[in-house]
């Protein structure tokens, strides 16, 4: 019975997807009649593969009748096959994504089936993974030993190889080594693995600060040198190709990111307005907790230009799978650029100019 009905759910679902009809008796009783004269079904067509363009606003139907004509347009426009229309943004120089920033190449992200770290590409990044490369090493000593340990004690003192079995219970020598060994193991860990914990929190002479907070569900980002401060959320799927991504940086990717210079000491100053979030970005060795009430400072030099992906690493509640982290790092001349591009979008002003204004 119950197969009978899967059939038959099985069916009607092929039948959905086809474009011819099955009668009512054959949907009844899950049997097709070859015989039966198909209707040709008028073939649905589904908002999202409507005209043939990559632009993921067409299909989408406003109720304004204005907005319509907007979008008719639009189609029109991005139907008509210009000879030198790009295909995505990134893949012409001349179009700038927000705020005015060239096409990146995305550096930082996860991969299908990676099993490393993203690349480094900051000095503390470059420390961190050499620590933690070198406990790999010395974990994969030891787990060689105790294997080797295991495999000797069962072949020497078996019953059949050593029927007669010691009766002693304490061997000086033996405790004090398993005793020291670990102690040293721990003390080589330690004298690689403390400098990179310093390394981390003790911020050098700076060259801008970012103040980042951690709100439900988004990120804020505040350049207080310039004295202006804007969020970053989650860019939904059919947004990504007009913001210059790939669909494959869904969940990844946010409408506004943080942008910093090429080899440039960053400040962070990490904070939370709501619960504990944390700001992290693998490539970069920064993994900061955002916790309300306090500023957590840490710093990155990102060696590399692109774009960094990263995402809140502290449960922060419902939608914390959907507050990632993008940076993009850029050269110092457009930097430089979206400094006046930012400053004028989000009302700030560049110190150095105020200064020379008052004298
Ligand atoms: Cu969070």
Redesign the pocket.
């Known amino acids: 019975m119950k197969t009978a009905s899967f059939g038959t759910a099985l069916l009607l679902s092929l039948a959905l997807l086809s474009p011819t009809a099955l009668t009512a008796q054959e949907a009844e009783t899950g049997i097709i009649d070859p015989e039966q004269p198909r209707v040709e079904e008028p073939v649905l067509e589904l908002p999202g593969e409507a005209p043939d363009t990559d632009d993921p606003r067409v299909g989408e139907q406003p109720d304004d009748p204005e907005a319509q004509a907007d979008v008719a347009e639009e189609t029109e426009a991005v139907a008509a096959p210009a000879e030198d229309a790009p295909v995505s943004p990134r893949d012409d120089e001349n179009v700038q994504i927000w705020g005015n920033l060239p096409p990146l190449e995305v550096v930082g992200q996860p991969v299908q089936g990676g099993t490393g770290y993203m690349p480094a590409a900051s000095p503390v990044a470059h420390d961190t993974h050499w620590v933690s490369y070198l406990v790999h090493y010395i974990m994969l000593g030891i787990v060689l030993l105790v294997i080797f340990l295991v495999l000797f004690c069962v072949v020497r003192f078996n019953r059949r190889t050593n029927p007669n079995p010691a009766r002693f219970t304490h061997n000086t020598r033996l405790e004090v080594a398993w005793t020291l060994g670990p102690v040293l193991v721990l003390i080589v860990i330690g004298s690689f693995a403390l400098p990179v914990l310093f390394k981390q929190v003790n911020v050098p002479e700076s060259d801008l600060t970012i103040k980042v907070t951690?709100y439900?569900?988004f990120w804020g980002y505040e350049y207080p040198d310039y004295e202006f401060g804007y969020e970053s959320f989650l860019l939904q799927q059919d947004e990504l190709e007009a913001a210059g991504y790939e669909q494959s940086h869904y969940l990844m990717a946010t409408d506004t990111a943080m942008v910093v210079p090429v080899n440039k000491t960053v400040r962070l100053q990490v904070t939370g307005a709501d619960?504990i979030?944390?700001w992290k970005i693998n490539s970069f060795g920064v993994h900061m907790d955002?916790v309300p009430g306090r500023l957590n400072e840490t710093w990155f030099r990102a060696e590399r230009e692109g774009i960094y992906f990263g995402f809140?690493s502290?449960l922060?509640?419902l939608d914390?799978s959907f507050?990632p982290i993008t940076v993009k790092v850029v050269s110092e001349e457009a930097y430089e650029e979206w400094l006046d591009w930012a400053i004028g979008e989000f009302g700030g002003s560049r110190p150095e100019q105020e200064v020379a204004a008052a004298r």
């Open positions: 951690g439900q569900w619960v979030h944390s955002a809140c502290e922060c509640g914390h507050m």
